[in-house]
Structure formats: C-alpha cells, structure tokens
Antibody, heavy 118, light 106 residues
C-alpha cells in the first residue's frame, strides 16, 4: 500500500522550533519530488515547500523562506520539515504529499497538527 | 507568483444537479492545473490533473477542461458523497492553490 505518515506536530511557543517527519512506504521514494502543504484552522490549502527527488533543489513559499527548511533521507524513505522562529500564523495542520504526473500531489498523508501559542 | 482565483466560494446544490466550478490563473499556466476534493477532517484527494485527466479511481461524473488561464471542474450529477470543498492548484511555476469552493446540500 502506498502510504505517507506524518509525525512531530505539537504545541510550541512563538519563536520556538519543531521538526516534522513524513515516513513513506509502498513506492520508490527516491524517485519522487515531495512537498509540504499546510492548512490553518478553517482556512484553505497553502503549499509550503518542495524538494526534488535527489534533494538537489528546494523551493519555498515566500512567507517561510529562512525559517522553514525541507530535507529528505532517501535511505530512510523519509521527508522532514525543520521549523524555526515559529509564529502564530504557522499554526496549521501540515501534510506531506507526493508529486506525481504534471507535478500534481497524488498521495497525501493524514496530517500532523502544529500549534504556535504562548 | 501565480495567483489562482476560484468561483464561486460556495454553492448550494441538490443531489443529481450539474455543478460547475471555475478557476482562473493570473497568467498562463498551459494545462498545469489540478483539482482536489477535501472532506472535513480529511486530507485532500486528487481528482484531476493536467486540466482534464481523471486520476485513477475517480468517478467519471467528474470532468475538467480549460487551458491557459481559464479552467472548469464539472460534476455531471452530484452525489451525496460529493458534498465537500474543492480546490484548484497550478503546478506550472512552484505551486499555488485556489481559495476553495464549498459545495453544500440545498
């Protein structure tokens, strides 16, 4: 079964750090670009970051540049999101997603919740 | 950055109705347009990619069309399980989602 499972979400204070993980199974992880997408409470979807299949290129939405860092370990079939200098507006459910044909996101995890609050 | 604008933001419809949602890009994105369905508390699900290609397992009552800057998602005969929020997304230059269209029961 093709599957993505996120973990690492938690309550964190403003200015704090958190590392999210996404474990992939059932497909050749090292062949696919991967993304993080977030959804603030009651809001729409926002693409956050993407990493090329071999980790050689990374892309970010402007609001997270310099604070969030996407990475991957193909040997461990895992995707990561290091989140530093967190703000209240980073509060959201974070999904990892696989980029398939036409760079559409064809496989999604169940999401992990990040709450930034004092 | 490419902006995506969906309309309407919400709609009310009955089972069996034909429903059309539109999505407009701020610049040409060729056919790099995808549609997703999201139900409350669940992850989004890919319905259509490349503007009109149905993802495997998606019912044929869903269809997509368009190119350049204007796109549509059509549900030919709305079913009870189709009440959800729908998002368009461009994948031409990084990725951007539309703001979503909530389809509610009339």
């Amino acid at each position: 079964e093709v599957k993505l499972v996120e973990s690492g979400g938690n309550l964190v204070q403003p200015g704090g750090s958190l590392r999210l993980s996404c474990a992939a199974s059932g497909f050749s992880f090292s062949s696919y670009w991967m993304s993080w997408v977030r959804q603030a409470p009651g809001k729409g979807l926002e693409w956050v970051a993407n990493i090329k299949h071999d980790g050689s290129d990374k892309y970010y939405v402007g609001s997270v540049k310099g604070r969030l860092t996407i990475s991957r370990d193909n040997a461990k079939n895992s995707l990561y999101l290091q989140m530093n200098s967190l703000r209240a507006e980073d509060t959201a459910v974070y999904y990892c997603a696989r980029s398939g044909s036409s760079f559409a996101f064809d496989i999604w995890g169940q999401g992990t919740k990040v709450t930034v609050s004092s | 950055d490419i902006q995506m604008t969906q309309s309407p933001s919400s709609l009310s419809a009955s089972v069996g109705d034909r429903v059309t949602i539109t999505c407009r890009a701020s610049q040409s994105i060729s056919r790099f347009l995808n549609w997703y369905q999201q139900k409350p508390g669940k992850a989004p699900k890919l319905l259509i990619y490349s503007a009109s290609t149905l993802q495997s397992g998606v019912p044929s009552r869903f269809s997509g069309s368009g190119s350049g800057t204007g796109f549509t998602l059509t549900i030919s005969s709305l079913q009870p399980e189709d009440f959800a929020t729908y998002y368009c997304q461009q994948s031409y230059s990084t990725w951007t989602f539309g703001q979503g269209t909530k389809v509610e029961i009339k």
